[in-house]
């Protein structure tokens, strides 16, 4: 079997990296726009976290992995207030 080479090609060219040309960056311009729409679930949650104080949960996290958190002066008061807010 006899292999021929096709249309005056023949071997492995060499290629050069250094004759590369300059790309107009003005030319190239996106029209697109990310857009992001939330769930009636996640609009639910972003409006139950809004009152939350990211401070204030961050100390008292601190004060119970210490252990000096839970008194019982303090869950009777947490005991009343959510009473008084739930009832």
Do not use: C, H, W
Request: aromatic share 6%; no cysteine.
């Amino acid at each position: 079997m006899q292999i021929r080479p096709t249309n005056g090609f023949s071997g492995v060219n060499s290629v050069s990296l250094n004759n590369s040309r300059p790309v107009n960056t003005e030319a190239i311009q996106t029209t697109q726009t990310d857009q992001v729409e939330l769930s009636f679930e996640a609009q639910m949650l972003a409006r139950a976290n809004e009152g939350i104080r990211a401070d204030r949960v961050a100390y008292v996290k601190s004060q119970i992995a210490s252990g000096v958190y839970e008194t019982p002066e303090k869950i009777a008061a947490t005991i009343e207030r959510m009473l008084d807010e739930y009832a």
